[in-house]
């Protein structure tokens, strides 16, 4: 299994980010993916979650209204749109695939919010 996240970067309060986590090494539509974060000193929380249609998503309550899950399965990739980002969403994302009794993790892909 490999996980790869990108689109990460440096961005002001109030600004947007599109997250991208391919996937491989797995039948990536028959399973729902999650986007976990980590911020310094802190430990890692869930964000997201989507189902393996697509059909329905869950947030945090953090990023409830701001941030979106998607995925597209023909491409083996799932997405996360963040928008008004806040500094307080800084952290390392993680995708994450919800296949039972395995733990796989990516590199993930550092997000800073910050003027």
């Known amino acids: 299994v490999q996980l790869v996240e990108s689109g990460g970067g440096l961005v002001q309060p109030g600004g947007s980010l599109r997250l991208s986590c391919a996937a491989s090494?797995?039948?990536?539509?028959?399973?729902?993916m999650k986007w976990y974060r980590q911020a310094p000193g802190k430990e890692r929380e869930w964000v997201a979650r989507?189902?393996?249609?697509?059909?329905?998503?869950n947030y945090a309550e953090s990023v409830k209204g701001r941030f979106t899950i998607s995925r597209d399965n023909a491409k083996n990739t799932v997405y996360l749109q963040m928008n008004s980002l806040k500094p307080e969403d800084t952290a390392v994302y993680y995708c994450?695939?919800?296949?039972?009794?395995?733990?796989?993790w990516g590199q993930g892909t550092q997000v800073t919010v910050s003027s």
């Open positions: 090494g797995f039948t990536f539509s028959m399973y729902a």
């Open positions: 989507i189902a393996s249609s697509g059909g329905s998503t």
């Open positions: 994450y695939p919800s296949i039972w009794g395995t733990d796989y």
